[in-house]
Nanobody, 122 residues
């Protein structure tokens, strides 16, 4: 089993910054990719940013130039970050972390966190 836990959400004023963290743990053999998704009320979940184990990143057009995704691949630190700058009210959503890879039993997994609320409001 692979567990994913997010942290770092909160309330911030427009133009402010937040840093989200996500840590994967459990029976992990490899993490091929990690990603941040968000879901606003009444809308579908959408990809915000992703990063592969080779460091290849991808961003939604709406966050390019404002958000930065990064990973800490040091031993036993399966952690990913999302630095969010110049936040806008439309960035308000529940942010979810996803991790995909192989377990120690060499089966594939795709695990989601419980989500963390980000609210951008004055």
């Amino acid at each position: 089993q692979v567990q994913v836990v997010e942290s770092g959400g909160g309330l911030v004023q427009p133009g402010g910054s937040l840093r989200l963290s996500c840590t994967a743990s459990g029976s992990i053999f490899s993490i091929n990719a990690m990603g941040w998704y968000r879901q606003a009320p009444g809308k579908q979940r959408e990809l915000v940013a992703s990063v592969t184990n080779r460091g290849i990143t991808d961003y939604a057009d709406s966050v390019k130039g404002r958000f930065t995704i990064s990973r800490d691949n040091a031993k036993s630190k399966n952690t990913m970050y999302l630095q969010m700058n110049s936040l806008k009210p439309e960035d308000t959503a529940v942010y979810f972390c996803n991790a995909e890879g192989m377990t120690m039993a060499l089966t594939s997994y795709g695990s989601w966190g419980q989500g963390t609320q980000v609210t951008v409001s004055s």
